[in-house]
């Protein structure tokens, strides 16, 4: 199919508003539970209502917004049933993803994990220690799942980490300093055993570490004002 040049720019501009928002829903720059008003929207990306609606409704489709007739648009809540969900999920998915990348990632790439030994390089000293480790966090499993060679098994599992961004953001606001150089310790010692190719090894940890993760997050969602 050949496209004009007006048709080509209005995909583009469609996807960039998903992609703008999605990024803020789940950096939770738009809170969960909040509303979104399609009309401000349209205004700041200066285009009409349509193609900010067709973002908005490619994110119900992913369980990042709830369409309420008559009432509008409004951010999804972040649910402990559904973080329940998604855990279970990613025990299963990154265990799996970590033992094709034990086996078949080039040593380079493997070599290259030691970046993430530490935190550092991951935002610019006016960033906030939590945002901070958001962004590391995400970018260590985000890295692991994008060397798996299985292209179904990497696209789902980098789709089910950047869904985590909320969830760790909820989490790591009431995360002490000692609390997050243990998360970071955990990461190295998942970079131990994928360097020396112990797939199972690495899934083990990779397990133990979602376990964890997700004792504190359902913690922090049993406590947080925001989760209804």
């Not at 583009?12 to 789940?26: F, G, P, W």
């Not at 720059?29 to 908005?56: K, M, T």
């Amino acid at each position: 199919m050949i496209y004009q040049m007006n048709e080509i720019s209005t995909q583009l501009m469609r996807l960039d508003i998903y992609a703008v928002l999605r990024r803020e829903i789940l950096g939770c720059a738009i809170p969960p539970g909040a509303e979104i008003r399609d009309a401000e929207i349209a205004e700041r990306f200066s285009v009409s209502r349509s193609p900010v609606r067709d973002a908005l409704l490619r994110l119900e489709a992913e369980g990042l917004v709830v369409i309420n007739p008559r009432k509008g648009y409004r951010a999804a809540p972040i649910s402990i049933a559904d973080a329940r969900d998604l855990f279970e999920f990613r025990a299963i998915l990154e265990p799996a993803c970590a033992a094709s990348v034990a086996a078949e990632a080039g040593d380079d790439s493997l070599s290259a994990l030691d970046r993430f030994r530490r935190m550092e390089g991951f935002a610019s000293a006016e960033t906030a220690p939590a945002t901070a480790f958001v962004e590391y966090n995400r970018e260590f499993h985000l890295t692991i799942a994008r060397l798996c060679g299985n292209r179904r098994l990497r696209e789902a599992t980098i789709d089910l980490i950047e869904q985590f961004d909320r969830l760790v953001t909820v989490s790591v606001n009431s995360e002490s300093r000692e609390s997050r150089d243990a998360l970071i310790a955990e990461h190295c010692d998942i970079i131990d055993a994928l360097q020396a190719r112990d797939g199972k090894l690495a899934g083990r940890i990779l397990a133990r570490h979602a376990g964890r993760a997700r004792k504190r997050v359902l913690t922090a969602l049993s406590q947080s004002p925001i989760v209804p």
